[in-house]
C-alpha cells in the first residue's frame, strides 16, 4: 500500500509494497480511468490503487470474479492496440465439488471485455463449455465501493470523513452510495443483464447450466453518479463499444499517420499514438491531454503544454486545445493559498472531495515557474506549424498578461531572471518540472534557498519572448515585436554569464536566493539547448558531457550526473531516466546540429521500447547502467501511460528529421534529415500545412536520407536542406 509522508511540508508517495507485477491495465475516457490487474479484477493488494475512478474519486475499489468461489486460471490479456479495449481470457481451475464429479481445469473458456464511455465501466463475459458433459456452476462476483480520493489512495492520511450510505440491493441493479464532507453524494450503479441468481450488498451469483459447446453471456455496467447526475445515460456493451471504437478512430485518423520498416518501431508509435487518444479528454475548450494514469489523470499546465508541443507536427488539433484551456484558466488575481498571481498559467486542477474541500490546494493550482513562459512559446510554435493567427489574436490578450506575469511576478527582484518562491504553505516548495522537494542543491548536497531561478527556465523566458516577438509583428505591433527580441537579446548575454560554471563544464542547475549558483551537473542544462538559449561552444559542451558515461546510462540520459551528492539512480529526480526531458534534449542537440547526439538519445528510446509492458515508455524509470540481457529497471509507482512520455516518439523523430514548417509559404523544410540505424525507410501519410497536404517516403542510404513524394493536394512545397 501507500502511505503519506510529509517533509518540510510536501507531498510525497511511500511506496510499502510493489506492484503485484508490472502488468496492470489501464483504461481511460474523458474524466474517467481504471486501473485493473491482469485478470480483470479490482484488488486491494499491492500499491493498491487498482480501481475505477471519476473525477479522481474511486467509484469501484473491488471487483473479482469467481467460479465456484475459485479464482479462474489466467491465460492471457492485453488492452487493445487502439488502447479501447481490455480483453481477458481465463479458464476453470480443478473444481471439487463434494458428491459431484470433478470439473477439470480447461473445460471453461471465460472471456471478459471491459471499455470506458462517458463515465462508466461496461463488460461482457462469455462463457464457453468445451467439455463433453453438461457443467453446472456457480458464477460470482465480488464487488465493494469505497470512494477514496485520489490522494488518499497516494497516502494522505484524513482526519474525517464522510458518511457511506446504506447499499441499494434490486432484482438486476446494486448501488454504492457515500455523502461526502462537500456535501455531494457519489453513487455507484452496477447493472446486470441477465438479472444475477442471487444479489447481495457485496456480490453477485449466476448459477450456470451449460450443455456441451454451448455458451452464455453476461452483461455489467459500472456507473458513476455525482449528485443524481451521471455523465450520460447508460447504454448497453455493444453500443458503447461502437461509440468507443468510433471516437478513437476519428482521432487517430486526424492525425498523419507514420509507418516505418521496423515493426517494432511500429508498435511504439502505434501505442504512443493510441495513449495519447486514450489520455486526452475533450473540455470544453478542445482537446486536452490529461498528464498520466494513475496519479496525474487531469489537466497539468507543464504537461500538457509539453506533450502538445512534441506532437505538434502531426496533430496540431492538441495544441489548439490546450492554448485555449490555459488561456481561460489563466490566474486573473493574486491568491496566496494557490500560489495565483494575474498572468500565470494553471499547474494543476482537481475536482475531487479534498481539493473541494481545500484540504490539498490542487482544486486550481498555480504553483509552476515554468508554464507560463512555456504557454507563449507554445503558441509561438502552434502558430509557427499551422498559420491560425485568428487563435493567436483570439489569446493574445492571455499572451500579454504572461508576458507581464514573467517581468512583474516572475522577476519580482528585477535582477532579469524569473524565479520562484511558494506562497502558499501546503504547496509545492520546488515548482519547475522536477518538483521533488530535493532537486535543487548545492555542490554539497545543502538545499538551496528561496527564491530560486532555474537554469532551463530562463531558456523558456528567451523562447517565450522571441516567439512573441514573431506574434507581435504578425498582429501589427512592430515597437513591441524589437522590445521583446531586445528583452530576448540581453537575457541570453546575461544568463550565459551568470549561469555559466566553467569548472563542471555546465550551466548551473540554478542561482539560490543569494545569487550563488547551484554548481551541480544536471539535465536541466539540456534544456538550454532546446530553447536555444545556449551559445554554439556550450551547447557542444553540454551536449557530449549528457553523452558521457555519467550521464548516460545506455538506456537515456539521468535526470543527475552519477558524480554529485544526492545522485541516486532510484530517485524520483536526481538520477532517474525521463523520456520526456531525453526528447527535449534530443531536440536542443538537432537544432544546433548536433545530429548524431540526438540519434543516440533516439537509439536508446527505442531499446526502452523493446523491454517495456506493451512497448509503452512510463513517466520515467531507474538509471542504472544497461546491463547485458536484462531491461530497464522501471520505478514502482511511475505513472504509465503518461502523455509526455508517450509524445517522446514522435518528438524524437521530428528532431532527427530536421522538420519545420513555414506557414508563409506553405512549406514542409527538413534539415539535414536523418534516420537512426533502426530505420531503413519511413512513410508520412496526410502530412499538412496551412496550403495543402502530402505524403512522404524517406529513405536511408550510407550519407543521407532520400524524401519522395508520393502525393500531394494543394501548393505545398518540400524543401531539403542536406
Given at each position: ?70 479464482r ?118 452496477i ?28 452483461f ?49 508509435i ?5 495513449d ?6 475533450r ?18 499546465g ?54 473541494l ?90 538545499l ?20 512573441a ?54 539535465s ?26 555519467e ?17 541516486n ?71 504509465s ?35 537512426p ?46
Amino acid at each position: 500500500m501507500v502511505k503519506k509522508i510529509q517533509l518540510d511540508e510536501q507531498w510525497y508517495i511511500l511506496a510499502t509494497a510493489a506492484p503485484p507485477d508490472d502488468r496492470r491495465r489501464v483504461l481511460k475516457h474523458n474524466d474517467t480511468f481504471a486501473l485493473f490487474d491482469r485478470f480483470g479484477d479490482i484488488q486491494p493488494i499491492g500499491l493498491g490503487d487498482e480501481g475505477l475512478y471519476n473525477d479522481d474519486t474511486r467509484y469501484l475499489s473491488h471487483q473479482e470474479l469467481l467460479i465456484d468461489g475459485h479464482r479462474p486460471m489466467y491465460l492471457n490479456s492485453a488492452v487493445r492496440e487502439d488502447s479501447g479495449v481490455f480483453v481477458i481470457e481465463l479458464m476453470n481451475p480443478d473444481i471439487e465439488r463434494a458428491d459431484q464429479p470433478l470439473i477439470e481445469k480447461g473445460l471453461m473458456h471465460i472471456f471478459r471485455a471491459k471499455l470506458l464511455w462517458d463515465g462508466a465501466c461496461y463488460e461482457h463475459i462469455r462463457i464457453v463449455n468445451f467439455g463433453l458433459e453438461p457443467i453446472e456452476i456457480m458464477l460470482s462476483m465480488e464487488l465493494g465501493a469505497d470512494y477514496a480520493d485520489i490522494f488518499e489512495v497516494r497516502g494522505y492520511q484524513r482526519q474525517r470523513k464522510g458518511d457511506y450510505l446504506d447499499p441499494t440491493v434490486g432484482d438486476d441493479e446494486l448501488m454504492f452510495a457515500y455523502k461526502g464532507l462537500d456535501h455531494a453524494v457519489r453513487c455507484t450503479h452496477i447493472g446486470f443483464s441477465p438479472a444475477p441468481d442471487r444479489l447481495s450488498a457485496s456480490h453477485a451469483d449466476f448459477l450456470l447450466s451449460l450443455p456441451p459447446r454451448d455458451e452464455t453471456h453476461l452483461f455489467v455496467t459500472v456507473c458513476c453518479e455525482l449528485d443524481g447526475k451521471m455523465a450520460s445515460e447508460p447504454r448497453d456493451y455493444y453500443s458503447a463499444l461502437e461509440l468507443s471504437t468510433k471516437k478513437i478512430g476519428h482521432l487517430l485518423n486526424e492525425c498523419c499517420q507514420l509507418t516505418t520498416s521496423n515493426q517494432l518501431v511500429n508498435r511504439w508509435i502505434d501505442r504512443s499514438a493510441s495513449d495519447l487518444v486514450m489520455l486526452t479528454s475533450r473540455l470544453p475548450d478542445g482537446l486536452y491531454p490529461y498528464a498520466g494514469v494513475p496519479w496525474y489523470s487531469t489537466t497539468f499546465g507543464r504537461d500538457g503544454i509539453l506533450t502538445a508541443w512534441e506532437c505538434l507536427w502531426l496533430y496540431p488539433h492538441l495544441a489548439r486545445g490546450v492554448l485555449r484551456f490555459l488561456a481561460a484558466s489563466q490566474a486573473t488575481e493574486e491568491n496566496p493559498k494557490s500560489d495565483a498571481e494575474p498572468g500565470k498559467i494553471l499547474h494543476e486542477a482537481r475536482k475531487s472531495e479534498l481539493a473541494l474541500l481545500d484540504e490539498v490546494p490542487f482544486r486550481r493550482y498555480y504553483g509552476t515557474v515554468d508554464a507560463t513562459p512555456l504557454f507563449i512559446g507554445l503558441a509561438g510554435a502552434y502558430y509557427e506549424r499551422t498559420g491560425d493567427l485568428e487563435l493567436i489574436r483570439s489569446i493574445w490578450p492571455n499572451i500579454q498578461l504572461a508576458l507581464e506575469w514573467i517581468d512583474r511576478y516572475g522577476d519580482a527582484d528585477g535582477d532579469g531572471f524569473v524565479e520562484y518562491r511558494r506562497r502558499s504553505k501546503t504547496g509545492l516548495i520546488q515548482q519547475g518540472w522536477k518538483d521533488s522537494h530535493d532537486s535543487v542543491f548545492h555542490a554539497d548536497g545543502q538545499l538551496a534557498d528561496a527564491p530560486i531561478a532555474l537554469c532551463e527556465v530562463q531558456g523558456y523566458v528567451y523562447q517565450a519572448k522571441r516567439y512573441a516577438a514573431e506574434l507581435a509583428e504578425r498582429l501589427g505591433d512592430e515597437a513591441q515585436a524589437q522590445r521583446l527580441r531586445d528583452a530576448a537579446e540581453q537575457l541570453k548575454q546575461r544568463f550565459d554569464q551568470d549561469f555559466w560554471c566553467e569548472a563542471i563544464g555546465t550551466y548551473a542547475l540554478a542561482l539560490d536566493g543569494r545569487k550563488q549558483p547551484c554548481m551541480v551537473r544536471s539535465s536541466n542544462a539540456g534544456h538550454t539547448l532546446w530553447s536555444g538559449i545556449a551559445s554554439q561552444e556550450h551547447a557542444e559542451r553540454i551536449s557530449r558531457q549528457l553523452l558521457g558515461e555519467e550521464f548516460f546510462c545506455g538506456w537515456g540520459i539521468r535526470t543527475l550526473s552519477s558524480r554529485e551528492a544526492r545522485y541516486n539512480p532510484m530517485a524520483y529526480h536526481n538520477g532517474s531516466v525521463w523520456p520526456h526531458d531525453n526528447a527535449l534534449i534530443a531536440g536542443g542537440m538537432a537544432r544546433y546540429g548536433l545530429k548524431e547526439a540526438a540519434m543516440a538519445i533516439f537509439a536508446g528510446m527505442f531499446d526502452v521500447s523493446l523491454h517495456v509492458d506493451q512497448h509503452r515508455l512510463p513517466e520515467l524509470f531507474c538509471g542504472f547502467d544497461k546491463r547485458m540481457g536484462e531491461g530497464p529497471t522501471l520505478y514502482p509507482v511511475a505513472c504509465s501511460p503518461q502523455a509526455w512520455a508517450a509524445a517522446s516518439v514522435f518528438y524524437l523523430l521530428q528532431s532527427s528529421l530536421g522538420l519545420s514548417f513555414s506557414p508563409d509559404c506553405s512549406e514542409i523544410q527538413f534539415r539535414h534529415p536523418k534516420l537512426p540505424k533502426f530505420m531503413e525507410s519511413l512513410e508520412i501519410n496526410g502530412l499538412w500545412t496551412k496550403g495543402g497536404c502530402v505524403g512522404l517516403r524517406l529513405q536511408r542510404y550510407p550519407n543521407s536520407v532520400g524524401i519522395d513524394v508520393l502525393n500531394k493536394e494543394g501548393a505545398v512545397k518540400v524543401v531539403v536542406e542536406t
